[in-house]
């Protein structure tokens, strides 16, 4: 099957700084790509949903100022997380899907650890 | 928008029995239902998806059933093996809304 990566798959930070995690799919190409993030013991929640070459659908609740979402290519979209605090720690997950394909492959993840 | 809810949340069988986890959508405009395997630390991977023009699929010893006019989908592993204990999630997505809406996930245990 498709292949989706994630780099890096975690991270430490200070409170304050930015951090950006990339998602990479390796063998086809992604006109989208969805990022999602997961707390402990919980479900997967869509931030936003990117098509390459244009903004960012963000969800409703989701800061697009605080997580920056940019998917320049067919094969790489990344967030950035800005001003990181405590409460974004957090596993963040992305996805791609090929054309009008329904299927999605999933990232491995990147957790996110704010001190 | 789509809701999706799932049943149990969690799941302990023994070894060699079948498991069972049902979900339910609210969008009848979806017609994607794919099931996901979540081990610790790790993404999702996709195990089994049905559409709604089909109403059940069998993969070896897992299945999925789908009663578009009740609107629930169901997972059912048979022979369940201790490799099988993990999180699973179901999820909904449509043609116009191609993200996919996840239930809230069911850790299955299976004992040896």
């Known amino acids: 099957g498709a292949v989706v990566s994630q780099h890096p798959s975690r991270v430490i930070c200070k409170s304050g700084t930015s951090v950006k995690i990339e998602c990479r799919s390796l063998?086809?190409?992604?006109?989208?790509m969805f990022w999602y993030r997961q707390f402990p013991k919980q479900s997967l929640m869509l931030m936003a949903t990117?098509?390459?070459?244009?903004?960012?659908?963000?969800e409703q609740g989701v800061e697009k100022d605080k997580f920056l979402i940019n998917h320049a290519s067919l094969t790489l979209s990344t967030l950035t997380v800005t001003s990181a605090h405590p409460e974004d720690s957090s596993f963040y997950i992305c996805?791609?899907?090929?054309?009008?394909?329904?299927?999605?492959?999933f990232g491995p993840g990147t957790r996110l650890t704010v001190l | 928008g789509e809701n999706v809810e799932q049943h149990p949340s969690t799941l302990s069988v023994q070894e060699g029995d079948s498991a069972v986890i049902k979900c339910t959508y609210s969008?009848?405009?979806?017609?994607?239902f794919p099931w996901y395997k979540q081990e610790l630390g790790k993404g999702p991977q996709l195990i089994i998806d049905?559409?709604?023009?089909?109403g059940e699929k069998k993969d070896q010893r897992i299945a999925v059933t789908l009663n578009k006019t009740a609107k629930h989908f169901s997972l059912h592993i048979t022979e369940t093996q201790p490799e099988d204990s993990a999180v699973y999630f179901c999820?909904?997505?449509?043609?116009?809304?191609?993200?996919?809406?996840f239930g809230s996930g069911t850790r299955l245990q299976v004992q040896p």
């Open positions: 996805s791609a899907k090929q054309g009008a394909e329904n299927e999605q492959f």
């Open positions: 969008d009848s405009a979806s017609n994607y």
């Open positions: 063998d086809f190409q992604a006109t989208t």
């Open positions: 990117s098509n390459e070459g244009s903004k960012a659908t963000y």
């Open positions: 049905i559409r709604s023009n089909v």
């Open positions: 999820a909904a997505s449509n043609e116009g809304r191609r993200a996919l809406t």
